[in-house]
T-cell receptor
């Protein structure tokens, strides 16, 4: 596709439920990043994937959060046993490669998650 | 570890006035610095970036920023604000050894008054 796409655009769930968020990166981009944007705050790095290398999970806030990526395609971010503090916009970005100054990250429109 | 501080969560200027959005960073290794803009109900868009070389960088829509190592700053400016500049602006830092992950500031919301 022309850009990074994410689905769903909005997700409302009840506390304690599991949710899956999906990201489709730009074709050919080997690096994929997940960020979280809480209301009124900046973006927090969660995790990134680069090709077949082990992902950098250093930003995941708890073991309730996990993410997978199949090859260089779609990624899913899973949040188990959701809590109200998980309410945020989850943003995905992709770039040709990870790292270096010339690999611009292109962001998707985000998934707005609301935990009731 | 890296960090970014944006001074002022909200800045308001009149149309035609100078825009100045402040960003200070902390990094133990040479940083790459970025400004992103987020228009209402839209995704983040890269405005400009500093990597190496010339410390004054120009971006889209007439914005520019200057990397000042001695002040650990990367302030964003535009000589004359336009109504269409109203948006949220984020400063971010990454380094060569962090796989490209971006560390963002808290953001500054820019309002432009007619």
């Amino acid at each position: 596709g022309a850009g990074v796409s994410q689905s769903p655009s909005n997700k409302v769930t009840e506390k304690g439920k599991d949710v899956e968020l999906r990201c489709d990166p730009i074709s050919g981009h080997t690096a994929l990043y997940w960020y979280r944007q809480r209301l009124g705050q900046g973006l927090e790095f969660l995790i990134y994937f680069q090709g077949n290398s082990a992902p950098d999970k250093s930003g995941l806030p708890s073991d309730r959060f996990s993410a997978e990526r199949t090859g260089e395609s779609v990624s899913t971010l899973t949040i188990q046993r959701t809590q109200q503090e998980d309410s945020a916009v989850y943003l995905c970005a992709s770039s040709l490669q990870a790292g270096g100054p010339y690999n611009e990250q292109f962001f998707g429109p985000g998934t707005r998650l609301t935990v009731l | 570890a890296q960090s970014v501080t944006q001074l002022g969560s909200h800045v308001s200027v009149s149309e035609g006035a100078l825009v100045l959005l402040r960003c200070n960073y902390s990094s133990s290794v040479p940083p790459y610095l970025f400004w992103y803009v987020q228009y209402p109900n839209q995704g983040l868009q890269l405005l400009l970036k500093y990597t190496t070389g010339a410390t004054l960088v120009k971006g889209i829509n007439g914005f520019e920023a200057e990397f000042k190592k001695s002040e650990t700053s990367f302030h964003l400016t535009k000589p004359s604000a336009h109504m269409s500049d109203a948006a949220e602006y984020f400063c971010a830092v990454s380094t060569y050894n962090q796989g490209g992950k971006l560390i963002f500031g808290q953001g500054t919301e820019l309002s432009v008054k007619p």
